[in-house]
Structure formats: structure tokens, C-alpha cells
């Protein structure tokens, strides 16, 4: 299993930026798809963007298309998710996860989520 850890949220005005950054420990770091979800108060859990294990194939929901961006370092085992424009629809509890193909439900490893508000 691997323990995940996210850091960078914080409160950010409607059209700014802001870097999520996501730490895993142990060796198999590589062979984990890596995600990021969100939930915002009073919402179910949602995908946001997933990367396979080389990096080289990326999964959106469309809500955040042209505006997020992830990233993985294998060197470094960290994930992270660039997000661009941020609107105050973009408000929730960010967590990063491991899973076994870019399919939502294959996410079994989960950070303690970091919170991010976008103020209008």
C-alpha cells in the first residue's frame, strides 16, 4: 500500500493559480495510475484528472479541460496537479490517490486531502 500526502491548497481569488503537490512513500510508486479527486461540501466525492504510470496518457473531467494540468516525477514518487483560471465552482477538498488503471473506480490509496477555496 502506498501512504499518500498532498500539500498547496489555500485560499486563491476566481482566476488565479494555484499547485497541488502529492508525496507517496515506498518503491512501487511507479506502478500506480495517480489521480486527483475533490469533494465539496455537501457533494459526492468526483474525479478530477488521472495520469498512467509513465505519464504519457492523462484523463480530465470536462469541467476542468484547459485548465488543469497533472504531472507525475517517478525520480521524485510526487503527482501533482497545476490548476490555472480557478473558479469558486473549483471549491472543495482535493485528495490524491493511487489505483490500477485510469478508471475512477480502481482508486484504493488516498491522502488526507488538502482544501482549496476559490473566492469570487
Known amino acids: 500500500q502506498v501512504q499518500l500526502v498532498e500539500s498547496g491548497g489555500g485560499l486563491v481569488q476566481a482566476g488565479g493559480s494555484l499547485r497541488l503537490s502529492c508525496a507517496a512513500s515506498?518503491?512501487?510508486?511507479?506502478?500506480?495510475?495517480m489521480g486527483w479527486f475533490r469533494q465539496a461540501p455537501g457533494k459526492e466525492r468526483e474525479f478530477v484528472a488521472a495520469?498512467?504510470?509513465?505519464?504519457?496518457?492523462?484523463k480530465y473531467v470536462d469541467s476542468v479541460k484547459g485548465r488543469f494540468s497533472i504531472s507525475r516525477d517517478n525520480a521524485k514518487n510526487t503527482v501533482s496537479l497545476q490548476m490555472n483560471s480557478l473558479k469558486p465552482e473549483d471549491t472543495a477538498v482535493y485528495y490524491c490517490?493511487?489505483?490500477?488503471?485510469?478508471?475512477?473506480?480502481?482508486?484504493?490509496?488516498w491522502g488526507q486531502g488538502t482544501q482549496v477555496t476559490v473566492a469570487s
Open positions: 490517490a493511487a489505483g490500477t488503471a485510469i478508471v475512477p473506480s480502481t482508486f484504493g490509496s
Open positions: 515506498g518503491r512501487t510508486f511507479s506502478s500506480y495510475v
Open positions: 495520469i498512467s504510470q509513465g505519464g504519457l496518457v492523462t
